[in-house]
């Protein structure tokens, strides 16, 4: 850039403004990014300030050199200013992108599941934003990149995003990021991302992101051409009736003048209702029950007023259902028919549930009442909302009968997008993995024949599904209790609790489904070997009679379960996942370590003092001195000398309630320092991960990293079962990762 001095104050200040932008993008954490779309995120942003950071330089050029009108170049500087500060604020959706605030649990997975069914999609961004308003939405990021960026031309364009062809922003509300039945509604806002027509026009100049499904030109025509004149003159007429003229028009103009405002409404509605019902049917298809039942939930904590543009709550719920379990339209009807008769009781009766509320809302649909004409008499005793609000339902039902022709398009075209193949259907793995909830373990991959076989995991489609099965017989559960107000207080309590639970495992059951897919045994003959080697000790149908140090026999036969019901669990040694057959030896189980860790903050804290603590009942507040990290996959911790951090195994453990374990460092570790345990016992009954505290005794940092072997875990049969498990009365039962300690704990500050 030429020299400041020779230029007017206003390039100055822009190209300060460039250049905070680079340093604040350079101070970004990327090592805390769930997914390699910050990083990408990040590096186009630099690329965008480096780009106009090179259009101010050719207008200082221009400016020194007089080539064009300094009124004009001055203008153009502002703009260019003006397209930093927008990038600015788009730093905000990035800077929230980190584990701190966001569930990789949900990212993680749901940016391969797009993935994996949609491989055009590779290269595409996906940020989650979690906002403090409670809404759920979607962004293309690219529109505002590319007019901020000033890319005029399809050749800049493609020059600048290369292979990325959107930049999908996700928001969620921030208060239910923890909450994985509110988090289903994410079906709907990526749904919003699947919008694409699969028909596109031939030669159309407009780009992938703009060619929508319920923009295509097909859809707009025969929406055009389905508007009921009939009803428009109908509710012109009720116009003048509710509403005299403005001022003295004549009667033609008051025509015009009503009709021109029925048409703006239209046009202002109806594309946000095929947007919406586009994305519900496209959400339907690709996540199944689970969203429909979510929805349902949703909607009743969302008002939607008559005079909203989006389409009327009963509306959505209906074409939902349609698009599920309708005769002609729906992809489930006949498999929820025939799979209701290979259930059990619990299951039966869950479908039935499902199917009596999808037939309700069709029928609320189909028996809409027609229209009821008012005198003027009545009409003088109406108020001012009541007037307002029977235009607005006249409104509705054109816009309804306007779009009804298009909606059979928008279903085939998106139909032709998400064929049945890749729908998510109702089988008997989600209720199965409706079971591993009920007894309080992460569906994560199938057990039975665990030690046997290779690893079967649960699709993340089918652990949402599953969540709100699960849900439903807690909330069928809770409410014979309703009526009953001795037990209602109680019975809502454990309600919670018990959804809070449910939260916290089926996210722990997608982010260890996601583990074991990412470590697919391969086919080696080792592998094969060990297989046929755990098979054959289970062909010989050992009873485990004795007591003392259980061999890898009896380990083996512990961990088969035919059948998964609360006394085969309660009976069986459940380890998920077991990315490895040879984790089994021939005394112990090795264990692996987990992504999640509990930091000391050394410099927040001067003492503890138990004395306070234990005798004269002074918590401390956790929270002030340790913080949570959670790494990706792929990522490391550094464990330096003499420091201390609380990890958890990756394993997700169910001991039966003869069964006591000890947990054991492993000697190779031990001999560089790590010790991996000082609280080794391991109660009978006990579920959930191991909390494992992990010190380094040695002289050098050591890198620790996910799925990395850590521990072993020593079996002891014991003379008789003890009548109450661990998991019953215990208070670090059912962790899902490195728990606080109990004795210091309080209740967090808001």
Known sequence: MPSVSQLPPLFYSVGVRIEALKERLNELPMGKFPTESGKKLVFLFLKGADRLKSLLDKRA???????????????????????????????????????????????????????????????????FYPQWEYNFTYLDLKKGLRKALFLLTKEEDKKFFEDTKRIAMISFPALERDNILALVVLGHELAHYFDVDPDPVPDSDSDSSNNKISESPEV?????KSIPKNKIDDWINECIELYPAPGSLP????????????????????????????????????????FYLAMNELLQLIVTPLSSPYPPNSKRLAEIAKEIYEKEYGFEFDVMKQIGKDLDEIGHDLVERVLKMMESELKSVSNTSARVKISKADIAKLTPEEKRNRLDRFTIDIIEDSIKPAMEVIRRKVG?????????????????????????????????SQPIKKSDYFEI??????????????????????????????????????????????????????????????????????????????????????????GKKEIVNLMLCDKIDDDKINDSLIIMPLLD????????????????????????????????????????????????????????????????????????????????????????????????????????????????????????????????????????????PVKIGYSLKGQYAYSTGPTFSKLLMRKRRT
């Open 461 to 550: 489609r089918v652990i949402l599904n599953s969540v709100w099965f699960r849900w439903l017989e807690l909330s069928n559960k809770f409410s014979v209790f309703v009526g009953e107000q001795s037990k209602f207080k109680d019975s809502l309590n454990n309600y919670y609790d018990e959804v809070a639970m449910l939260s916290r495992h089926a996210l722990r059951a997608i982010e260890l489904s996601s583990f074991v897919r990412e470590h697919k045994l391969s086919e080696e003959n080792c592998v094969n070997e060990i297989f046929v080697e755990n098979k054959t000790l289970k062909e010989e149908n050992l009873k485990i009679d004795k007591v003392g140090v259980l």
């Open 61 to 127: 050029t221009e400016w020194l050199e007089n080539i064009r009108d300094r009124e004009s170049i001055q203008a153009s500087v502002r703009r260019i200013g003006n397209s930093a500060t927008d990038l600015f604020s788009y730093l905000e959706y990035i800077e929230t992108f980190v584990f701190e605030k966001t569930r990789s649990e949900i990212i993680i997975p749901f940016e391969l599941l797009i993935k994996e069914y949609f491989p055009q999609c590779q290269n595409d961004i996906f940020i």
């Open 220 to 224: 707009i025509d025969i929406v055009n």
């Open 416 to 448: 032709k997008k998400i064929p049945k193949d890749r729908c998510m259907h109702l089988t008997g793995n989600t209720l199965e993995a409706c079971k591993y909830l009920r007894s309080h373990i992460p569906p994560a991959e199938k057990l039975g």
């Open 581 to 720: 057959p040879a984790q089994i030896c021939e005394a112990s189980v090795d264990l692996t370590l987990g992504n999640v860790f509990i930091v000391m903050k050394r410099a927040r804290l001067p003492l503890l003092d138990f004395d306070k603590i234990c005798r004269k009942n002074e918590p401390v507040d956790v929270y002030e001195f340790q913080e949570i990290v959670q790494l990706r996959p792929d990522g490391t911790i550094v464990l330096h000398p003499n420091e201390f951090v609380l990890g958890s195994t990756l394993e997700y453990i169910s001991l039966p309630n003869d069964v006591m374990s000890y947990v054991i460092g492993k000697s190779s570790l031990g001999r560089v320092g790590l010790v991996i345990a000082t609280a080794t016992h391991v109660a009978p009954g006990f579920r959930g991960t191991i909390t494992l505290e992990l010190s380094n005794l040695g002289s050098v940092p050591l890198v620790l990293y996910p799925t990395m072997p850590i521990a072993q875990l020593v079996f002891h049969k014991l003379c008789s």
């Open 251 to 290: 009667p033609l103009l008051a025509d015009i003048y009503y009709k021109t405002r029925i048409r703006s409404e239209l046009e202002y509605r109806i594309p946000f209702w095929l947007r919406e019902l586009t994305a519900d049917i496209s959400a339907a298809r690709f996540f199944g029950i689970g």
